[in-house]
DNA sequence: TTGTACGCGTTATCAC
DNA sequence: GTGATAACGCGTACAA
């Protein structure tokens, strides 16, 4: 039992130890071949003995590249706690990474500071390209990134149209045909609770809806909110009651939106869905838990996340390639409305 | 308008531009002093002429640390999609890192593959140490950052005991002064919907319940489950009722468990908290959400984190500093029980 | 105050 | 097959 070796062993000991070239042990290492079956064994040996493990920043430094991707997320507004679709979205990058031997490496923005740092990280050298998760307009780490020209993707295409290629779904579309699907239940006086109108997720779905319902939509049956969250669906439900006692159906611009209007809903004592039918955005752990189970628009989360990774290696490869993506989603029909 | 340079300067272009040898802009990078006002003057203008930017890459092979830390998080078995807390545990150590000018890096393993890249990746120079987050037993990646000696610290006590300093909380004096409480609520049949037996928490937890209640323990009024999923809490409940229909309390061993299990109580025609009392673990977001609201521990998640980073820094500074931490829960009281 | 030379731990390119 | 030797981009004694 030899205690692990206080100091990290290089190279340097190993090929004291083996009697063999720095040269050969590094072949040896690379599994580029040309090293004697003799030579391997003392080296293997060696290695053993004095516990070497290489050290990959070094080795970085030379190849000039790190074999990782950086994946950024910035938790202001409960981006990122709240989020449900985020944690698919990163297993799905860790997963296409993974596939092609990369690191993912997630760097968490949660104040100017941290960006600050964050940017600096990304410029040092430690990462081959990186995903960006919903960087808001004026980003200061999406400066940071186009301006060492770093491969990148973007999640949620930025508003401001930055130059970096993006990947995102169709909110607009989607809005649009789970509204129209919501009217064809019957529905007479259909509302929206929208939400981050800053965003452009939130803009968008508030412009498919306003697109499904054409000649009969009504300006006065959408409330808004800043947040996507339970809270704004409890006080915007009550609103939009307020507003027009009548209304018999709700979009809502997330399911966690939706999950907080139906509890309004109930304590104003209207059943679901025989008074009004109700349908969310997301697909998340609210639509399963809500009573009744919510109809909604699901996200490919994770292949959204495999997207953008894919679009970074590809950037990897060749400089050029840079095709915005955008995924399908699907309308989750349930009980709800 | 001068297009971003497409290959990466380097300090040797600057020296060119500037006119000064490799020193004094090395001087003036790191502000060591030195360096006087007319050739500071030109070494920023050639800095911001030629778009340099360090490599810190480089740097850290010389400076021998990296200035980073790691977080590894295990995706299986939900851990990281559906514990709340993660978020703020991850917050937590932000901060902490943030302040000591550290940058935090996240690892996520969601494979058997992951693991070993992840070892190499904490092998490989990019962090000076590492958070681990609720290690199982014989975790692989444990095993490689002791193997190595690098500073760590793990949350959430491993069963094997592993000689990595951890900070946890008093899980078993939680689960006893909740079920305490809820005994003096007056409730004659107290069950448990216990999780995760495999793991400490949920281990600590029944033990907790089980020495609360003393001679009124009744084995037979303890369901358990592997998850602490709103499902399990669904089924777990049910289970519960057949077994004795009179249970009139329950400990769930999360927030979620409870939450399911309301759903099952009321499905069943079981008024909360007159017929039934309920509290949970954890005051997490399923706390406020459920009806009505939950009693239950709440964990300080970003202190966790915070203390977990303390450990990893202190032990930066001195290598001897392992000192492992609990942290204090504490009861909310809320309307289900 | 400034410049020179060396080293950090690797890989890559050669002659041998 | 193998072993010097030159990078990689940077910090830092040390000498000037």
Redesign the pocket.
Known sequence: MTPPPRQ?A???DVVARA?????????F??G?G???A???ARIEAAIEAVG????NA??N????RSMAVGFVVHEPHQLFLGDPNIGSIMLGTNDALADAGYQLVVLVVASDSDAERVSTYLRG?FVDGVVLVSARTHDAVAEAVEKIALPAAVIGQPEGGGSLPHVAIDNHAAAREITERLVATGRRRVGMLASALDRDSGADRLAGFTEALGERFDESLVVTDPLYSYTSGVRGMAELLRRDPSVDGVFAASDAVAAGAIETLRAHGRRIPEDVGIVGFDDSDWAQRCTPKLSTVAQPAHDIGHAAARLVLDQLRSPEAAANVTLPTTVVWRASA
């Open positions: 990290r290089t190279v340097h009697g063999v070239s720095r040269g050969t042990v590094s072949r290492l690379n580029t040309y090293v004697s003799d030579a391997a070497y493990v290489r050290n070094a080795r430094l030379v190849t000039q050298g």
